[in-house]
């Protein structure tokens, strides 16, 4: 029995490799593979760390602000973090502009910035520093309502009126790109705005009484 051959293989100590193999040892093998994993972390942040050289970094603390709203320079020290939603109505007290879904798919929040409509909710105050925020502050008051408003009133387009001021600044962006509306064109303008009440029908009434006025934007 001695002399049968053992078709085992001798055993190897970790680490070691066989003289009859070539290449090499499991452990240099996870010694080399763990470097060639690194290499491109340290790339990336090497790249981050050149953007940093030309991105201004923020924060996490607060920092001025200042926005150009309604025609006026509102200054205030904010987390970068901060919406503008967030903004206009916490620090500057213009509550117009309402919080429904908070994820910039109702509309309610809606404001004009250089004239173009957008969710305040999901913008950065910090972002939008330097350009002309209007909100439906701007528009109207009771006793002097703005032509939109007045026709939303006349048509009872408002209901419980959170998505209203939403409603009314998208209708503003929507007649100065289109004066004289058809109703397609009024639902596909104001598409991006919800009303849980349903009062759709009300609303376009009112979009085409601001439009036949010639005062709607």
């Known amino acids: 029995m001695d002399d049968l051959p053992d078709k085992k ?5 970790e680490g ?3 003289p009859t193999t070539k290449g090499v040892s499991r452990r240099d093998f996870l010694k080399i593979s763990g470097v060639t994993a690194a290499v491109p972390l340290v790339a990336q942040a090497s790249a981050l760390a050149a953007a940093e050289d030309k991105v201004a970094v923020h924060g996490p603390g607060k920092v001025p602000v200042t926005l150009l ?4 320079k509102m ?13 206009l109505r916490d620090e500057f007290e213009l509550t117009g502009s309402k919080r429904v879904c908070d994820r910039g798919t109702c509309g309610a929040c809606t404001v004009l910035i250089d004239n173009k409509t957008v969710y305040a909710c999901s913008l950065l105050a910090i972002d939008v520093q330097g350009r002309e925020i209007t909100t439906i502050e701007s528009l109207g008051e009771p006793g002097h309502l703005h032509p939109i408003q007045q026709a939303f009133v006349d048509h009872d387009a408002q209901q419980c009126g959170f998505c209203t001021p939403g409603f009314v600044m998208a209708t503003k962006a929507f007649l100065e790109q289109h004066p004289n509306p058809t ?6 303008g104001l598409g991006g705005n919800f009303c849980r009440c349903g009062t759709y029908a009300g609303m376009r009434l009112a979009v085409m009484q601001a439009a036949k006025s010639g005062k709607g934007a």
């Open 9 to 13: 293989k001798p055993h190897q100590p």
């Open 69 to 72: 709203v309604n025609g006026k």
């Open 75 to 87: 200054n205030a020290q904010l987390e970068p973090r901060v919406t503008l939603l967030d903004a």
């Open 183 to 188: 109703q397609e064109q009024i639902k596909t």
């Open 16 to 18: 070691s490799s066989s």
